[in-house]
């Protein structure tokens, strides 16, 4: 997951001159601005949000030059607000600073107040710092954008304030100092929590969640989510990221069946375009399903834009499969670096007596007899004493069900017992019932995801309002289409 947010933010932003591309960027942020403006006065957050993904897709073609004449164009010139974020933004060269100037002259500077135009000129310029990769400017521009937040109690704030507290977070992660704001966040989300701010709310949750988990903090982890407030989650990408990290404390806990079930929704919810996250999903859940006992499907490595990163993981489902001991350390050897860097290298060692219970049942299917000195070699057990280690392991295996098998301790034999119908057990009936609880989930939150417009069984809209209501429609079907990505 860290690693495509650093690939977001490491987009590179064009230098040229802005003749040509100034002018429209400079345009489009004052439109921005006037969005915002209509939003904040109309209490509209659904302008708010769409101003806010307008300002994702423009960031690419941001400059010192258009930051710069934007905050004069909208902030008060010598203002402290002013002031302060001009002097995070580099100066550029004279030529730029006149273009810009000539086209923001077209129009009078508008001289606003409003607290949600500040703290959007603060989100900008943040955004622009983190893109230019000026990381102490960011850190320096998020805290004082954080200071001004907290003075803030309005609704229209609440989704400019979320997108603050990411980047807050995202600038101290990128310069290594992620355990300086811990206490900060925690006391921003018990602000959030007092004012009702619910979107701040699951937005700060998961930022002091991947805090924790950043430094294995996973008991810390387990607590606060434990105590936190719950709520409707308000953004399918928080939603889809509390899930990830739900199932890596779940997966640290041994409660492998819950973080299945997270880790897969996880990756179910998040939006196509988020590959890194939804390849950090994958990873996990592969390891997950198979300390369960789970072969994942070759389908799942198979994925679009995912075979190079899974191929690790694909060996090592094969090793675990087959059952080859020596295999399975060759792979975890080889990925070793992999590993390390994703964090499974814990969960991997756990998989070895997944390995051999796997070699062991592939044995007790294929021999109706066998000495424990045979299970020793066929499962390759390295151990001072092979025999004795066989006969531990095969007596474990019986009594946990893993084979169905019984142990002749005088003469050193495994006997294992004619395989049954499984369809005069209860396994058919336990997989049909949890395909039947899965779709009825699907179809519960289907039907909890509906909006309906309010009095509609009350009054007849007419034409007219029909077709903005259409209109209106199409545009929030296409935003969400295009959903931004950048907090994966």
Known sequence: MTQDVEMKEQQPTPSNPVSSTSPSALQQLK??????EVGAYAREVRRIVRAIRWTIQLRKNLTA????????????????????LSSYVPKEDEHDMVIDTATSGTQTPAKHSLPELEIYSYLLVLIFLIDQKRYDEAKACSSAGIARLKNLNRRTVDVLASRLYFYYSLS????????????????LHRTSTMRHDELGQETLLNLLLRNYLHYNLYDMAEKLRSKAPRFEAHSNQQFSQYLFYLGKIRTIQLEYTDAKESLLQAA???????????????????IVRLLLGEIP???VFMQKGMEKALRPYFELTNAVRIGDLELFKSVAEKFASTFSSDGTSNLIVRLRHNV????????????SRISLVDVAKKLRLDSPNPVADAESI???AIRDGAIDATLDRANGWMVSKETGDIYSTNEPQIAFNSRIAFCLNMHNEAVRALRFPPNSHKEKESAEKRRERQQQEQELAKHIAEEDDDEF
């Open 31 to 36: 439109d921005i601005a006037a969005l915002i």
């Open 65 to 84: 030059s258009v930051v710069s004449a934007f905050l004069k164009f909208v902030l008060l010139p010598g203002s402290d607000v002013h002031t302060r």
């Open 172 to 187: 101290y992660e990128l310069t290594g100092a992620l355990a300086e704001i811990r206490g900060n966040l925690l006391a």
């Open 268 to 286: 179910r919810k998040a939006p196509i375009s988020a590959l890194g996250f939804r390849v950090q999903c994958n990873k996990w859940a592969v």
């Open 297 to 299: 499907e070759r389908t």
């Open 356 to 367: 051999i219970r796997t070699g062991l049942r592939n044995i007790s299917i294929s021999y």
């Open 394 to 396: 095969v007596s474990k």
